[in-house]
């Protein structure tokens, strides 16, 4: 296609590319409403990110492609040599090798860093995205389910009466609340292969710009933490698409506290405060490969609704 012009982003450009990015999403699935002042935050005033990793495509002079790779200093530090791409087109341009152009370039970008790994993730049913992923060499590596829940009626289960629930909305929590929270997710998910621990800095920068309603639900019996629940309503997808939908996202258990019936009291009470919100239909996600948290979801009423793929590419 002639007239394209691939340029680094710079600050003028953040509308352009939000409008873009959400314009591009439309026909996803699930697509991730983007925000001008939460996408800034996330890049240009992100020490993760680079403008000389990212492009914008311009066709007479109107932005029509956006892409780039990100490497986090948090992974560096624990060992993952990675970094994650992701890129967006709009619909009437992608027969035009936009997109396998900028994943050109942003597998380049990461090559010239060093980087060992790129990684690519994106839902099931956006072949547009997926058919070039797969061309230029990369492989499934991490399969998951995106569960649903429209059942109204949630039972409260049985649990020791020394369990105990401590509840915080993100805006307000305390830094000792922080501090907890970081200890149960780190803990609960230091063996899964694609966690990277959380540090107090990276919890601060979401609590400061996440446009999300979130409570943190931990989980403690006698007064030491045994697990922790993340209870999210995106409020700008909801009103953009007239809907009252809730994430269950971080959810977990330390591992010297599993079964004993923490897991299912936590999630059953994070879905409670989501319905409690007026949330009719509530989500979550989990590997395809854990049967034991899939069996759980589905004891509560949820059920296959998508799935997302993580690709790999060896450097």
């Given amino acids: ?19 873009l990015i959400n314009t591009s999403n439309r026909d996803d699935p699930m697509w991730d409403i983007q925000n001008p002042e939460v996408f800034r ?38 060992g993952r040599n990675e970094g994650w791409i992701g890129l967006w087109v709009l619909q009437d341009y992608r027969e035009e090798g936009i997109q396998q152009e900028l994943l050109r370039r942003s597998v380049g970008y990461l090559r010239g860093r060093g980087v060992e790994r ?7 049913g956006t072949e547009w995205r997926i058919s070039i992923i797969e061309e230029l060499g990369f492989k499934e590596i991490w399969h998951e389910y995106i569960m649903v829940n429209k059942v109204p009626d949630i039972q409260s ?21 922080l501090t907890e929270y970081m200890y149960a997710l780190n803990s609960a998910f230091s063996e899964d292969e694609l966690f990277t621990p959380r540090t107090m800095k990276s919890l601060e920068k979401w609590k400061d710009s996440t446009m999300d309603m979130e409570r943190i639900t931990l989980a403690k019996l006698d007064g030491e933490v045994a697990g922790e629940c993340l209870s999210t309503i995106e409020l700008e997808y909801n ?20 079964r004993r019936g923490i897991g299912k009291a936590l999630l059953v009470n994070g879905m409670k405060w989501l319905q409690a919100q007026g949330m009719d239909t509530l989500y979550l996600c989990v590997a395809v490969k854990n049967p034991k948290a899939l069996n759980l979801y589905k004891s509560v009423g949820f059920e296959t609704e998508q799935e997302g793929i993580t690709y790999c590419l060896e450097l």
Avoid: C
């Avoid at 790129?118 to 099931?124: G, H, M, N, P, S």
């Avoid at 994430?247 to 599993?258: H, P």
């Fill in 239 to 258: 009103n953009e698409h007239n809907v009252n939908t809730g994430w269950i996202g971080a959810f977990g258990v330390l591992k010297e506290y599993r």
């Fill in 157 to 177: 289960p049985e649990h020791s009466e020394y369990l105990e629930f401590e509840h915080f909305l993100l805006e307000d929590s305390t830094d000792q609340q």
């Fill in 118 to 124: 790129a990684k690519v993730w994106d839902l099931r």
């Fill in 1 to 19: 296609m002639a007239n394209l012009e691939y340029l680094h982003p710079t600050p003028e450009d953040i509308e352009d590319i939000v409008n």
């Fill in 41 to 78: 935050k996330s890049t240009f005033e992100d020490d993760d990110w680079k403008a000389e990793g990212h492009w914008l495509v311009l066709h007479e002079g109107n932005s029509i492609g956006y892409g780039g790779a990100r490497i986090s200093k948090r992974q560096l530090a624990h």
